[in-house]
């Protein structure tokens, strides 16, 4: 247990610049792997919500919460049920809806690298004009990740209030789950010992 809270709050160097690399080449501005992203709804979502209140009820609310997810935009503050408001909200805070963002944090790390390489004024340089390659590179493909978080979490609200659940707590421990079973975890913190380190550059997409 040590050495996993260790590792999670000092990972130490995982090759952030060939995940940065990794990420680029296999998903930087490629529609494909966007669109592809998208069948994790139907196929993994859809499945695991009909297991808990059947493929009728789950297929109805997972079509529902993509319309509103599409008309609403995605992590905007739109007022639902006040259970489902607070819901999508902690889910927000907690970054549950937000891990393709782990994206960012290979870049922040790579331009650090180049600050001490090419030192602090072209380093820095370097760093944003990383930053800002990357933001537009995976721009298809963290939308398609947060639009399948956002409708997922919405459509497990949706079941859980319509099968009479009433406390926040318990559908927020649904939805979380929902989305963390059907659509991964990302997190460091959800990798076996031999995916970390400077090993973990080559298990970029695995868990």
């Known amino acids: 247990m040590q050495d996993h809270l260790e590792y999670v709050f000092y990972p130490g160097w995982e090759g952030?610049?060939?995940?940065?690399?990794?990420?680029?080449?296999?998903?930087?501005?490629?529609?494909?792997?966007?669109?592809?992203?998208?069948?994790?709804?139907?196929?993994?979502?859809?499945?695991?919500?009909?297991?808990?209140?059947?493929?009728?009820?789950?297929?109805?609310?997972?079509?529902?919460?993509?319309?509103?997810?599409?008309?609403?935009?995605?992590?905007k503050q739109k007022q639902y049920s006040p259970a489902a408001t607070a819901v999508m909200?902690?889910?927000?805070?907690?970054?549950v809806l937000s891990q393709s963002l782990s994206r960012d944090m290979a870049t922040i790390a790579l331009g650090g690298s180049m600050e001490r390489i090419l030192g602090r004024k072209y380093g820095r340089k370097t760093r944003t004009f990383g930053h800002d390659l990357m933001q537009m590179s995976g721009s298809l493909f963290q939308y398609t990740e947060m639009f399948g978080r956002e409708a997922a979490a919405l459509a497990s609200i949706k079941l859980a209030e319509k099968s009479g659940i009433t406390d926040v707590d318990q559908i927020h421990r649904l939805a979380s789950d929902v989305?963390?079973?059907?659509l991964f975890e990302y997190s460091r913190y959800n990798r076996p010992k031999f995916m970390r380190g400077k090993a973990s550059s080559l298990f970029l997409f695995q868990q």
Do not use: C
């Open 179 to 182: 989305v963390d079973k059907s």
């Open 89 to 95: 909200q902690r889910l927000r805070d907690t970054g």
């Open 16 to 75: 952030e610049a060939l995940k940065t690399f990794g990420f680029a080449w296999h998903l930087g501005f490629n529609v494909k792997s966007a669109l592809v992203n998208l069948t994790s709804l139907p196929i993994y979502t859809f499945s695991y919500l009909g297991r808990q209140f059947g493929d009728e009820a789950a297929a109805a609310a997972l079509g529902s919460a993509m319309k509103e997810v599409v008309h609403n935009g995605i992590n």
